[in-house]
């Protein structure tokens, strides 16, 4: 879990920059999330858990927090 939450979550937030594609990817950045979550309780490798956990957050945040910015100044 800790190993697949930290491959999702750096390819999540890499390809996550790109403004249209990244949108595919959220599936990513939500199984990254889940599976740090899990990772962390199954007391695996806890920093590549964290690392996944945090960086599909960071993406997750970003996404959305763009579009709130973009709203917000219309």
């Given at each position: ?28 950045w939500i199984l ?43």
């Amino acid at each position: 879990m800790a190993v697949t939450s930290l491959v999702l979550g750096i390819v999540g937030f890499v390809i996550g920059i790109i403004p249209i594609i990244g949108w595919f990817f959220m599936p990513a950045w939500i199984l990254a999330i889940i599976f740090g979550a899990v990772g962390i309780r199954q007391n695996q490798s806890k920093g590549m858990s964290y690392t996944g956990l945090i960086l599909g957050i960071v993406t997750f945040v970003y996404k959305f927090g763009f579009w709130l910015l973009v709203a917000a100044g219309a």
